[in-house]
Every structure is written in structure tokens, then in C-alpha cells.
């Protein structure tokens, strides 16, 4: 949901992003929930008509100047576009609120089959091809992808970082177990990142990327939580550094 807001008590409009596929009766429930909340609720399923709805919004009603995004479901070039669009069209100050909601993953994860890579919208810069490459590999669930993405890559180093402190300890657990023998050829002390704290994984990020950015082109490359992926988008968009 994107939802924005003059600081009363409804927000003035609420966009909800729903997938095509999304259960009508489920979607008509959403619905009805944020009409309690809004006067005027949106349904798009296309990432073109979120970001037209939010820059017709800010262009044309001065007092939206507070924006909440919950990007629980999102994919992450959803929430990136939304970045971009906000620092490319927006000129006033606008205050953005990040919503993520923690969940229990009880079933078993197909194995991704990554065949290419690409850098999200507006988080690509320039390699020196002088340089070695770092890739900051997030860890999740699925312990076949980070070979790909090696294999795809193929880093001189690579820094892999896991969550912590998550409200249920067995998806941390999870996670490192799932990958324990990747970690085993790579690194017995992963980066980690706090699941709960999008500053905190953000300036931990920030500062171990910092040791590698004289001498290395820095990808990033988060595969685990969403806070994590955002934090990452966050670090290259604000630092101008990393791909």
C-alpha cells in the first residue's frame, strides 16, 4: 500500500499495488479496510500507474507531503521505482515512512533459478574494470542461488551477511544452517544485520562497504529479507556507491 497523507487523522489517498493474480474476495476485503481510513482508495496493478498516481498526487495537492509505504509484498523493483520517482520529480520536502511486517516461513523454498543479473533502477554506477569486485551477498533461504550468483559474477571477494534478532530466532537459524556450507568456502563470520532495524543494517552496511571502496567495485547483491534488499538500495542511492 502506498498511502499518502497531510498529518490528520485519514490519509487523503491510499494507492493499494495488487498483484494480478490476488483473490478478489481478499482484495475487496483490503478495500474495504482502507475506505475506513481514506475517502479515496485505488487499486493498480501496474508499477506505471503507482508511480502516476503518487507524482499527480504531489504535483497538484501541496499538502501531500507525508508518504507511507508498506513493503511487506512488494518486489524490490517496485519500492526502487518509487525512490526514483520520489527524488526525480519531487521537488518539495516530502517525508517517507517505510512499513515492513515480519512473517513465519514454515514451508519449503524451490531453489531460485538465477540465469542473468541486472542492478535495480537508479542503483547502477560505473565499474573500474582496474578494480577487483566485492559482492555483498545477502543469505536467505534458498542455499542454491548464492552459488549462482557467484558463479554469474565471479568476485575476487565476497562478503556474505545473514539477519539477527528477528521476532521468530528460527528464521535467523534457519538461514545459516540453510547455507552452512557456503559459508563454510566462504566466511565463518558473516556480516549481520538486524532484521528490525532498517538504520542499523543500514549503517553497518555503510561501513563495511566503506573498507572496500578504494580498491574494489562494490555490488550488492541482498537476497535475504526485504529490510535488508531496501537497506541495500538505500546505501547506493544515498552514498552513490555500489551497484
Not at 475487496?28 to 503518487?54: C, P, R, W, Y
Not at 524490490?76 to 517505510?98: F, H
Not at 573500474?128 to 558463479?151: H, M, Q, T, W, Y
Not at 543494517?201 to 566503506?210: G, N, P, R
Amino acid at each position: 500500500a502506498i498511502l499518502l497523507s497531510d498529518a490528520s487523522t485519514k490519509f487523503k489517498s491510499i494507492f493499494i499495488y495488487s498483484y494480478a493474480s490476488l483473490d478478489s474476495d481478499k482484495l475487496n476485503k483490503i478495500q474495504t479496510l482502507a475506505s475506513l481510513m481514506s475517502d479515496e482508495v485505488i487499486v493498480g496493478i501496474s508499477i506505471d500507474a503507482l508511480l502516476m498516481f503518487v507524482q499527480e498526487k504531489l504535483e497538484f495537492d501541496p499538502s501531500a507531503k507525508s508518504i507511507f509505504m508498506d513493503y511487506s509484498s512488494m518486489r524490490r523493483d517496485i519500492y526502487a521505482s518509487m525512490l526514483s520517482c520520489l527524488r526525480g520529480s519531487y521537488l518539495g520536502r516530502c517525508i517517507i515512512d517505510l512499513c515492513y511486517t515480519n512473517a513465519r516461513y514454515s514451508g519449503d523454498f524451490s531453489p531460485l533459478s538465477i540465469r542473468d543479473i541486472s542492478a535495480v533502477e537508479g542503483s547502477r554506477y560505473i565499474s573500474d574494470p582496474r578494480r577487483k569486485n566485492a559482492v555483498f551477498l545477502g543469505l536467505g533461504f534458498d542455499k542454491i542461488s548464492p552459488v549462482s550468483v557467484c558463479e554469474l559474477l565471479e568476485p575476487d571477494v565476497v562478503i556474505p551477511f545473514l539477519s539477527i534478532s528477528s521476532p521468530d530466532p528460527e528464521n535467523d537459524e534457519r538461514a545459516r544452517t540453510v547455507n552452512a556450507d557456503f559459508l563454510s568456502h566462504i566466511s565463518d563470520s558473516p556480516i549481520l544485520l538486524p532484521i528490525c532495524s532498517l538504520s542499523e543494517s543500514y549503517q553497518i552496511l555503510f561501513e563495511v562497504v566503506a573498507n572496500y571502496m578504494d580498491n574494489h567495485n562494490c555490488i550488492l547483491v541482498p537476497m535475504g529479507p526485504k529490510p535488508h534488499v531496501m537497506a541495500c538500495i538505500l546505501h547506493s542511492r544515498l552514498r552513490k556507491q555500489g551497484n
